[in-house]
T-cell receptor, first 116, second 114 residues
Framework: GAVVSQHPSWVICKSGTSVKIECRSLDFQATTMFWYRQFPKQSLMLMATSNEGSKATYEQGVEKDKFLINHASLTLSTLTVTSAHPEDSSFYIC????????????FGPGTRLTVL | AQSVTQLGSHVSVSEGALVLLRCNYSSSVPPYLFWYVQYPNQGLQLLLKYTSAATLVKGINGFEAEFKKSETSFHLTKPSAHMSDAAEYFCAVRVQGSQGNLIFGKGTKLSVKP
């Protein structure tokens, strides 16, 4: 299957700082990538859809100015958590669909963000 | 609206016993359904998917799932549990008309006792 990487795998930051998470499709091109958030012992919730060359589409209730998404190329999408607070601590996972009849999703390994 | 319900947030079986993880879906159109496994602090790995080609779907690691339209179910099974199967399992449905994003169930944690 296709491979998606994320960097960093974990990050600890102080409140008020910004953190950038990278999501890369290593062996396929992705015009679209998805960003999910997972709280401890809970399911994944879609935050936003990242679109190459255009603005991201955010799900209802997700703050656009807080979670900045940039899809700079066909293989890279970034999520920047701005002015992070402890409640932003979570597991962030990206995925990329491989073009085909089912647009099957391939998931990155996730990034554990802890805000102190 | 499409949705997925996983019955049982935690399932515990003995090694060698049958694994049954339940998933029911709600969809007004024929759905694409998926089962993913997540090990601690890792991303999701696809176990299997239903795309209407066959109702009984075989996946990796000995898992399989059967799509039953009359019951709106897509339960995941494995005849004999192994210690390495202990993980979190998510059932998901692809959002109709989307670029492929998924709606996930709440997940079922599988524990395997020696």
């Amino acid at each position: 299957g296709a491979v998606v990487s994320q960097h960093p795998s974990w990050v600890i930051c102080k409140s008020g700082t910004s953190v950038k998470i990278e999501c890369r499709s290593l062996d396929f091109q992705a015009t679209t990538m998805f960003w999910y958030r997972q709280f401890p012992k809970q399911s994944l919730m879609l935050m936003a859809t990242s679109n190459e060359g255009s603005k991201a589409t955010y799900e209802q209730g997700v703050e656009k100015d807080k979670f900045l998404i940039n899809h700079a190329s066909l293989t890279l999408s970034t999520l920047t958590v701005t002015s992070a607070h402890p409640e932003d601590s979570s597991f962030y996972i990206c995925s990329g669909p491989v073009a085909g009849p089912y647009n099957e999703q391939f998931f990155g390994p996730g990034t554990r963000l802890t805000v102190l | 609206a499409q949705s997925v319900t996983q019955l049982g947030s935690h399932v515990s079986v003995s090694e060698g016993a049958l694994v049954l993880l339940r998933c029911n879906y709600s969809s007004s159109v024929p759905p694409y359904l998926f089962w993913y496994v997540q090990y601690p602090n890792q991303g999701l790995q696809l176990l299997l998917k239903y795309t209407s080609a066959a109702t009984l779907v075989k996946g990796i690691n000995g898992f399989e799932a059967e799509f039953k339209k009359s019951e709106t179910s897509f339960h995941l099974t494995k005849p004999s549990a192994h210690m390495s199967d202990a993980a979190e399992y998510f059932c998901a449905v692809r959002v109709q008309g989307s670029q492929g994003n998924l709606i996930f169930g709440k997940g079922t944690k599988l524990s395997v006792k020696p």
